[in-house]
């Protein structure tokens, strides 16, 4: 049967408790047990050339169900000359949700992260903005003599029809694509012995019709970015490092012509690399870096308490650490034994700054390290 579970919980804190709770309704300011996420899949083989996966997925609030990461394709293969060729057709509902490699942006390290701890959030990548099921792509791709993938298609926004019917509530901040978005991968892998390495790059363009937020005119924005992932086995031993950097140019006519950005245009930057080692699939340790840079904007990065910035700066960099438990990671008889699919993790984010400050720095007497966030999950699937 081709359905699925999973359900997510989890227990939060933040070094600093955030004055008038947490942004989620009902919470405390600190200290949170929280139901993070429960979601369904329909999963699985069609024929020898279809298959997919859809997941449905409940909100923190635990009142609203809105469609999540979904992926459909259809795929032949063939050879030419001696060479295995793959080539397939991909929908799926954000870039980035289809590719095969764990490097880019919808499911790039971490993993797992707290719902109601704040984090940074003044500076959307449209890569990644666009990949929370708001817009719907078609793409093509080949797999050649299983070394080089080649992909590129583009996306589209829902309709506001289908937007609320997916659940979807709200039109997307960055505003809706005008026209189509497109989209281009190529990696390139190896793997020789217990080694593996993957070397890649991604582009995204997406011109952004303003007016749906208020904003007469367009916001466009390029998006390009490398990545890269090797992968170590031996016997009990697995280690594994990977690593992405983007970056972003961005044209904000909309936003300048309507008063809300100091300067048409702005860039930024983010860098990516997180390092794990796991001993015999039960006990793990990650080692992370998040940084992002960009141009300042005082307008663009308001002075707002907690999620703004004092000097109008989109900076953040913070250190990950994780410690995980997989307690059947060796064994796994058959599907029904769900709790063989059971993880415990321990994560702590260190800020060593945060939009764009270490002391103040949104402007309201918060600092960087009041933002540390100590995050305790239990994550179960069957």
């Known amino acids: 049967i081709p359905i699925s579970a999973m359900a997510f919980a989890s227990f939060n804190n933040t070094a600093n408790a955030v004055e008038g709770g947490s ?17 369904v899949f329909l999963a699985g083989r069609l024929s020898d050339y279809a298959g997919g996966m859809i997941q449905i997925t409940g909100g923190n609030d635990y009142s609203s169900v809105a469609l999540d990461d979904s992926d459909l394709r259809l795929k032949y293969e063939f050879s030419v000359s001696k060479q295995d060729v793959l080539v397939g057709l991909d929908m799926n509902n954000g870039p980035t949700v289809q590719d095969p490699y764990n490097t880019l942006y919808h499911y790039a390290y971490p993993y797992a992260s707290s719902a109601l701890s704040p984090g940074p959030s003044i500076a959307p990548l449209a890569i990644q903005a666009l990949g929370g099921s708001n817009t719907i792509g078609l793409t093509n791709y080949w797999w050649i003599n299983q070394t080089w993938y080649i992909e590129g298609g583009a996306y589209k926004s829902l309709s506001p029809t289908w937007f609320q019917a997916l659940g979807e509530g709200q039109t997307p901040s960055l505003g809706e694509v005008e026209g189509a978005a497109p989209y281009v991968r190529v990696a390139w892998q ?30 466009t924005y390029l998006d390009y970015g490398l990545d890269a992932n090797y992968q170590y086995t031996n016997g009990n031993h697995i280690f594994a490092i990977a690593t992405n950097i983007l970056q972003q140019q961005a044209q904000l006519d909309a936003q300048h012509n309507a008063g809300l950005a100091d300067k048409a245009y702005n860039e930024l930057e983010q860098f990516r690399i997180s390092g794990d080692y796991w001993y015999k699939n039960t006990y793990g340790f990650t080692m992370a870096y998040n940084g992002t840079w960009g141009n300042s904007d005082k307008t663009l990065y308001a002075p707002a308490s907690v999620v703004g910035s004092a000097n109008g700066s989109p900076n953040t960099q913070a250190l990950i650490w994780e410690a995980d438990w997989v307690p059947f990671g060796k064994d796994a008889n058959t599907v029904w034994d769900f709790e063989h699919n059971l993880k415990v993790g321990l994560q702590y984010t260190d800020y060593l700054e945060f939009n764009g400050g270490t002391n103040n720095f949104d402007g309201f007497g918060h600092n960087a390290s009041g933002m540390n966030t100590l995050y305790l999950y239990l994550w179960v699937a069957f």
């Open 23 to 39: 942004p989620a309704n009902d919470y405390r300011a600190n200290n949170n047990f929280n139901l993070d996420q429960l979601s």
């Open 190 to 219: 190896k793997q020789w012995g217990n080694n593996f390495l993957e070397l890649g790059g991604v582009g995204f363009y997406a011109p952004m019709a303003g007016n749906v937020i208020a904003e007469p005119g367009t916001n």
